[in-house]
């Protein structure tokens, strides 16, 4: 009886596998057409100065626009890209339509030219020997200021294999853009290697800002942090501020920058341009709570 339930199981497990193999082949057969056809849009997030809510950036969030499924948000794609390498040639659509769209928005006025455009990096691109060429590219064909890009990495990215990391993170800051520690607090970085990182920014993970006010150990870490990211001249911004009790709680304790909901939800481009007039008017008319 046991043989027989062991054999069920193995033959359950390894129609599971198939299906998981089957449905990996069918994401990457689907995803070589997205990438032909161009199927993906970018969202924008923006960031904004928790001393005068001015927008200092906007963060792009990539999403593909599916002919049958519709929008499929980045972790449901984002992984078998990286896996199957594809990740690269999506990561360069990123970059520059990234670069050309906020670059227009500057050109037009709509954004002040110190606007930063934050892009996100996955592991593969960041190991890309010829990242800091693809970056140069970039910058010549969209005519963005280099010190208007930021790279978003995450942490658990840098330390796979820290001193390659900080090699490439010196190519990279040699062209002038910017680089942010993405969902800090969320690998396993020591402390030692974040001062050997040349970075300028780094992001609080959402998950300790969420249950601000009621988590004290949550209150401790991020202040914490933004202690120490002073310290080290680094610039400090918390991710999924929802709450005005979170905000409240930043602006005590000097964090820089804030993104989330309580601002702005990631928007259309469109959206966009009617958060930028709005968030003019609040500002002129100081109406944000503060
Ligand atoms: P991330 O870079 O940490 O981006 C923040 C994520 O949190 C976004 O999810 C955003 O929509 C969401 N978010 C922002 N504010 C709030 C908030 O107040 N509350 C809550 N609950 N969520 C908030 P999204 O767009 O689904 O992106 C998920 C992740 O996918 C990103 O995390 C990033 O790691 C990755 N990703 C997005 N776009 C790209 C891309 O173009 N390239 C690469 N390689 N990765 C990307
Ligand atoms: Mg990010
Ligand atoms: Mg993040
Ligand atoms: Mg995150």
Redesign the pocket.
């Known amino acids: 009886r046991a043989k027989e339930l062991g054999r069920n199981n193995y033959q359950f497990f390894s129609e599971d596998m198939n299906h998981s193999i089957l449905e990996h082949l069918a994401l990457e057969k689907e995803l070589k057409e997205a990438i032909q056809r161009e199927q993906f849009t970018l969202?924008f997030?923006p960031k904004i100065s928790l001393f005068d809510y001015h927008i200092t950036g906007v963060?792009?969030?990539?999403r593909w626009q599916h002919p049958d499924k519709g929008l499929i948000?980045?972790?449901s794609f984002?992984p078998v890209a990286e896996e199957t390498g594809q990740?690269l040639e999506i990561?360069d659509w990123?970059l520059e339509q990234s670069c050309r769209q906020i670059s227009s928005l500057i050109r037009d006025g709509v954004l002040s030219a110190s606007t930063k455009v934050a892009?996100?990096?996955?592991a593969k691109?960041f190991t890309d020997p010829d990242l800091a060429d693809r970056i140069r590219n970039v910058i010549d064909i969209s005519q963005i200021p280099p010190q208007c890009l930021e790279l978003?990495i995450?942490e658990s990215t840098l330390m796979d294999d820290v001193e390659t990391a900080i090699h490439i993170m010196q190519e990279v800051k040699k062209t002038g853009v910017s680089i942010a520690i993405?969902?800090f607090g969320t690998g396993y970085s020591s402390l030692a290697y974040i001062k050997r990182f040349p970075i300028d920014v780094l992001k609080v993970d959402?998950s300790f800002v969420m249950d601000i006010p009621q988590d004290q150990n949550d209150m401790a870490i991020t202040a914490a942090v933004i202690a120490m990211a002073h310290k080290l001249s680094l610039e400090v911004v918390a991710?999924?501020?929802?709450t005005e009790e979170q905000l409240h709680f930043l602006r005590r304790n000097n964090c820089d920058e804030g993104?989330?909901?309580?601002f702005s939800?990631?928007l259309s481009l469109g959206q966009l341009h009617q958060f930028l007039r709005e968030n003019e008017h609040k500002r002129q008319a100081n109406n944000y709570q503060i």
């Open positions: 969202m997030q963060e792009t969030l990539i948000p980045p972790d984002i990740i990561g990123v892009v996100n990096l996955s691109q978003e995450t993405d969902d959402r991710e999924g501020v929802e993104q989330g909901y309580l939800r990631p």
